[in-house]
């Protein structure tokens, strides 16, 4: 794609003042969410002319096998709302596209969508899912950290985006929302490419702003969050359920994950934001005009003031610029840690580690180098070589056994919590 080809098309996308829409919702029935969307996109002024003849793809956050009551993917109803809305706007085809994590197959792609609920949700409804694996790359020259992307198809392909997230806490970018969730618009393991391109979580996070930026102004775009129930503790894939009650529309997704972050109380800290905010994507500070409550809805009425944060929160703090805030991050990092326990071997954590530093080891071997290995059910079995681990938490994410867990150092826990 040329920088001619690069047109803005969505001019809201970047605009500071671009308005969130934010509704209470407490419930998964599907009836009040179309309601609800209805309702936000009008106080959004979101597709006021509607979708006629338009081509629109839905990106799900729909990022491994994982059931909708895990909270790791968006929930069905949601999606279901959302292609029936999109339909009540005449869009002429709607596509459903994800690349989760791992190989970007058919049969993965299969696999992911029958078991987060998708396969049944479209079923009677006028939308697809997507099953071609093939990606071009695109050029966005105005990125200020990376300028070429590799992208899935269909979503070059579009001439809307509707960005479907699920709001979660993300062990290496704190939150998972709207500008997260675009990174699955990168074909499976090229992902992890990208990690070992940007390890310095700076760079990553403003490759992810690029990214995003990228998406959402050259085409239309709306972003829309799943915060019924969002993922606490250990996200995006290894935390808990925790209702939160919400659900959020927006043109602008740095708009729209500011205001998520204010919901679970983490705002500050994720530095996709405050790298938008100093863009000037993203307000500073939240005036009346930025967040459009339904029924009154407010972040801070909405707000769940002890959601668990992610067990790498803070250690951010000692990342600069300069030699002993790089010691001292190196020092204070929490860790990949296996369980060996609940470890089944499946070698699904080596295949995905950009920095290649796990290496599937017979037992015996491993017990060697991690004496817990030797409580390890299977023969074959992980073990990280951590001088070179880049700490990107692929393997945390990715385990489909919740078997990679994250050790603090104990001075970083005493001062950071
Ligand atoms: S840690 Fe998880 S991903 Fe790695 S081999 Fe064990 S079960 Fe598989
Ligand atoms: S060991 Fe885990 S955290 Fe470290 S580089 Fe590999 S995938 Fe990333």
Known sequence: MSKEENKILNEAALLPDTPVAL??????????????????????????????????????????????????????????ATIRWLSSLGAEKIIVAESPGGPYTAARLRGVYTACGATDACSGLDAALNYDVGYSEAHYPEGQRARVFDVINPILEADVVVDLCKLKTHTLTQLSGAIKNLFGVIPGIVKFEMHSRYPDYNDFSAMLNDLCAFICSTREFVAITDAIVGMEGNGPTGGSPRKIGALLMSQ???????????????????????????????????????????????????????????????????KADNIIGRELYGWFRPRPLINYTACLGCGECAASCPAKTIVMMEK???????????????????????DKCINCFCCQELCPHRAVKIKKNPLSRLLIG
């Open 252 to 318: 602008n997704p740095f708009a729209s994950d500011a205001v998520a972050a204010r919901l679970i109380g983490i705002e500050g800290s994720v530095i996709m934001i405050e790298d938008a905010k100093s863009r000037g994507y993203c307000y500073t500070e939240p005036k009346l005009q930025h967040i459009v409550g339904i029924d009154g809805a407010t972040p801070d009425a909405l707000r769940v003031p002890d959601f668990a944060k992610p067990e790498t929160r803070g250690n951010f703090i000692f």
């Open 23 to 80: 509704a209470a919702c407490d419930t998964y029935d599907e009836e009040r969410i179309f309601s609800l969307l209805v309702r936000c996109a009008e106080a959004a002024s979101v597709f006021p002319s509607g979708l006629a003849g338009k081509k629109v793809v839905i990106k799900p956050n729909f990022v491994m096998k994982r059931e909708p009551d895990a909270a790791a993917t968006v929930h069905p109803a949601v999606l279901r």
């Open 364 to 386: 015996d071997k491993a017990q060697k180098r991690e004496k817990s290995a030797k409580h390890a059910r299977p023969q074959k079995i992980p073990v990280i070589f951590r």
